[in-house]
């Protein structure tokens, strides 16, 4: 993976122009470095609440011959497999609170999580972004949300 660590306020705006920044410097990071990128591109969300929003952004990139050094705050790093469960979203990423309310019923209807407190058990989660926001329309978007239970 090439990632960059980044914090932001909880407020989606916040968010979206956070990530967005992370992404434009993972972008630039890869075309520098002549690295090609193998997969969805994830946020790995290690801490969510009210002092803030501490997440991961990477992306998946074939294992390059040497291995480019830091560059500012973006470092190519291997990124652990873990068993997950995993969650589709479909729809404006403005929308992701539903789904997550939906996947908080689910997690307690099925014994998983007691309260929306119990979130934290699944730091860090992390969402892949099947589709590109440049060339798909805000309601055919495809998010896959994973929750880790190792």
Request: proline letters at 11%; a negative charge; one cysteine or more.
């Amino acid at each position: 993976m090439v990632q960059t660590e980044r914090r932001s306020d909880p407020n989606p705006v916040s968010i979206s122009r956070m990530m967005g920044d992370a992404f434009a410097a993972l972008d630039a990071y890869t075309r520098r470095h002549g690295l090609q990128c193998c997969g969805p591109p994830r946020a790995i969300y290690t801490a969510w609440g009210e002092p803030g929003v501490d997440v991961t952004v990477a992306v998946p990139i074939a294992e390059p011959a040497t291995e480019p050094g830091p560059d500012g705050d973006v470092h190519a790093a291997m990124i652990a497999q873990r068993r997950a469960l995993r969650f589709t979203h479909h729809g404006p990423y403005d929308a992701l609170p539903r789904t997550c309310d939906a996947i908080t019923e689910w997690l307690q209807a099925n014994g998983r999580m007691r309260s929306p407190d119990d979130w934290t058990k699944f730091m860090p989660m992390w969402e892949e972004y099947l589709t590109d926001p440049a060339t798909t329309p805000p309601s055919d978007m495809v998010t896959n949300v994973y929750l880790p239970v190792d």
